[in-house]
């Protein structure tokens, strides 16, 4: 079955050091990975895709990630953190089933707390 | 353009009342169209999406139903809500010819007393 996994419910970090936030997925066929950001009361706002290509993406607001396949991963990363990016995190996955539908597979989110 | 328009933005209802959520989308034509549940700020719940004018593919059997009477416009709607129909509703399109990518409305958030 596919599948993406955030194991951390919540990630805290310092203001200027280095955030990541874990994504791990199980698909069919080459996956199409993406992250999404939501602000309180907000929608989703779209940060960044891998398709294919470079391992390391990069996309809005400093974020960047990095997809390694040997181990069906796709962190979030971003090397200075800022308070404004507390936020929750969405991973997802392009359901490989459902052809030109373009259903997206989430992952539970992940909390990010940076503090000052 | 993308812009995704929803509301309204926030609605109390009582139990048994009916329902009735507006989407409509900007950008080019024949847009796949989601409506998803978010409840307790957490994961997202995928109910109905629609590739064209008409068609409706429903997740989940439940207390709601959808419509796509035009091509850019997305209805979500219920004869008799529920306690549990409330939540956080957020619609979305799929991006022009790369359908994978998603775009998001503001959403509305649903309180059924």
């Known amino acids: 079955a596919q599948s993406v996994a955030q194991p951390e419910d919540q990630v805290n970090v310092a203001e200027g050091n280095p955030l990541t936030v874990k994504c791990t997925y199980s698909v069919s066929g080459n996956p199409y990975l993406f992250w999404y950001v939501q602000y309180p009361n907000r929608g989703l706002q779209f940060l960044l895709k891998y398709i294919t290509g470079d391992n390391l993406v990069k996309g809005s607001y400093g974020f960047e990630a990095e997809f390694n396949k040997s181990q069906t991963s796709f962190h979030l990363k971003k090397p200075s953190a800022l308070v404004s990016d507390s936020a929750l995190y969405f991973c997802a996955v392009r359901d490989a089933t459902s052809g030109n539908t373009g259903k997206l597979i989430f992952g539970q989110g992940t909390t990010l707390q940076v503090k000052p | 353009s993308q812009t995704i328009h929803q509301w309204p933005a926030t609605l109390v209802q009582p139990v048994g009342s009916p329902l009735s959520l507006e989407c409509t989308v900007e950008?080019?034509?024949?847009?796949?169209l989601y409506w998803y549940r978010q409840a307790a700020g957490r994961g997202l719940q995928l109910l109905f999406y629609?590739?064209?004018?008409?068609?409706i593919s429903s997740e989940v059997p439940q207390n709601l139903s959808a419509s796509r009477p035009q091509d850019r416009q997305f209805i979500l709607s219920s004869k008799k809500l529920l306690l549990s129909d409330s939540g956080f509703y957020l619609c979305?399109?799929?991006?022009?010819?790369?359908?994978?990518?998603?775009?998001f409305g503001p959403g509305t958030r649903l309180t059924v007393l």
């Open positions: 629609s590739v064209g004018i008409g068609q």
């Open positions: 950008g080019t034509s024949n847009p796949n």
């Open positions: 979305a399109r799929g991006r022009e010819r790369v359908y994978n990518e998603q775009f």
